[in-house]
């Protein structure tokens, strides 16, 4: 299975956002992104090695961990031994879900650096408490807006 230049490129793109984001390995973020790319059907186990151009093992080893993480899915065909991979049916919900997450570690930081300025510096506190308190807003609105993104995705689900 060859891929276009284009492809090639957006793979990669697509791949390094998701190593920073997902906190993934090369490898796992650029099948992530090959299978994100790729038809509904999916691809077999032998297109992705072709694809990644990486050993059996590797590219076995990073489907296991984005099976365990249910950004992927498998199936197979009747009569048929392979193995078909594709992004599980929401994958954007897990991708939200996982930035909430990560706002709301980052959130508890933001409170916890304001809460000790106020108490034992507060006179930084004093000068500083509008942007502290500023960005702690800001993480808020993140998530809530994230949040009613997910529940829209939620009733979407119900109707599928």
Same mark, same amino acid.
């Given at each position: 299975?060859?891929l ?7 793979i990669?793109? *697509?791949?390094?956002l998701?190593?920073? #984001?997902?906190? /993934?390995?090369?490898?796992?973020? #650029?099948? %992530?992104?090959?299978l994100?790319l ?5 691809m077999?186990?032998?297109? *992705?090695?072709?694809?990644m ?12 961990? /984005?099976?365990?993480l249910? %950004? ?10 392979? #193995?078909?991979? #594709? ?7 897990n ?11 980052? /959130? ?6 304001n ?9 930084k506190?004093?000068n500083?408490?509008? /942007? ?8 808020e609105?993140?998530r ?6 997910i ?10």
């Amino acid at each position: 299975m060859e891929l276009s230049h284009h492809k090639k490129q957006l793979i990669e793109d *697509v791949g390094v956002l998701l190593e920073e #984001r997902a906190n /993934l390995s090369p490898l796992a973020s #650029r099948i %992530y992104a090959l299978l994100i790319l790729s038809c509904y059907e999916g691809m077999s186990f032998e297109d *992705v090695v072709t694809s990644m151009q990486a050993s059996k093992s590797s590219v076995s080893s990073n489907l296991n961990v /984005l099976l365990q993480l249910h %950004y992927v899915d498998y199936y197979t065909k009747p009569g048929d031994r392979k #193995r078909y991979f #594709r992004t599980s049916q929401f994958y954007i919900k897990n991708t939200m879900e996982q930035q909430v997450h990560l706002i709301d570690k980052e /959130l508890k930081i933001v409170q916890k650096v304001n809460q000790f300025n106020k108490e034992h510096n507060p006179e930084k506190f004093k000068n500083e408490k509008s /942007l502290g308190l500023l960005f702690q807003e800001h993480l808020e609105d993140q998530r809530t807006k994230i949040n009613q993104k997910i529940e829209e995705i939620n009733q979407f689900e119900k109707q599928a």
